[in-house]
């Protein structure tokens, strides 16, 4: 919830669609209040509350109703990670940041979704991505770069396999002292996907928007999401287990696995001060859906992608959300046990950036265009590309 600051109380009276920029106190919801470490500042970057609507997938099993949250709607170019920019870009702010230095790969949403929340906010935006630096070709790929490019980011390539914690974050520390050295001012440092204990509050405070605008508790019974860097499913798990675990949280696994995440939820547990659970009793981690690997579809996925499409008109994208959706389905089929009831609520996060990342194979192409023609005016069918 916001608190309503002068400001934005009189924006809102006055014109319900301005923006302002300023970080507002953040009070947290009343089942959160005994938290630890509770950030004290939010700043509004996001389009919300998204809305929810029901998704009529074919063939999932009789019985079977899905619906859908549209956080891929928080913003063109936001999606899920400016849930928790809200909280790290105000903590930024506060502290008197000049800058903001992140990470990921080379396609990531997160890097896009900040370099983009960075520059509203009159942020420098250093990232550092993981690509291979010997093949520059990538610059022909846009994709989640271009956003990047656009909002004129510094970007420092460094070898596709650096870990986060061991390789990476030492990097960004060292940066942030270069630049305060420069200009005096500090930069802020954000871990990879925005998941830390700050950015967890993204997803704390969706689950309060779940519960206030779209009534979770009564409709669903069983949640479902993609995870990446594990801040989303952090969030989530945590606001049911404190509001009385009505749902079950399902979080399925587009790269590490099953430990990687219960460890990252747990970590989040420990921050947040709750020591009488565990990861393991409040969320389901499901891995075996990452299919070909991180970032990599295959020919199949791409027809089950497109076939979403066609048939409901929403866009799933190839690294988190199409995978999710694949392996949900193929749970709800081979292993319907694994879920509480028969209302599922999917929380589409986003990412359609890559989408476009600049890999129109043929065999692509195969999928893509198999409906598309010149027109003929006077023949009796058009010609086909
Ligand atoms: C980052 C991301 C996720 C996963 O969120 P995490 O909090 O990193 O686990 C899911 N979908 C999309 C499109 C993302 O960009």
Redesign the pocket.
Known sequence: MFMTCRNHFLMIIKNQSVFHHHTCSYQVPTWASHLKNIPRKRIKLAMLPTPVQKWNIKGIPDGIEVFVKRDDMTGSTL???VRKLEFLLADAVTQGCGSVITCGGLQS??CRATAVAARELELDCHLFLRANETNVNFLDSAGNLLPSLLCNSHIYLIPKFSKYKVDIAPKQELLASQIKKKSGKSAYCIPV?G?SGVGVFGYIEAWEELITRQNVMKKYDDIV?????????AGLAIGNYLTGEKLKVHGITVCDNKDYFHSHVNEMLDTLGITETRSQNIVDIIDGYKGAGYGQSTFEDHEFYKSIAHDTGIIC?P???GKALKGMLTELHNNKNRFQGSRILFIH???IFSLYDGRITSQLKNIWLKNTYRWRQNAAEPEKI
Request: with cysteine.
């Open positions: 999606s899920n990670k949403n997160h996907g998941s999401v993609a995870c990446g860097s594990g801040g989303t499913i994208d690294v988190y959300t996060t986003g990412g």
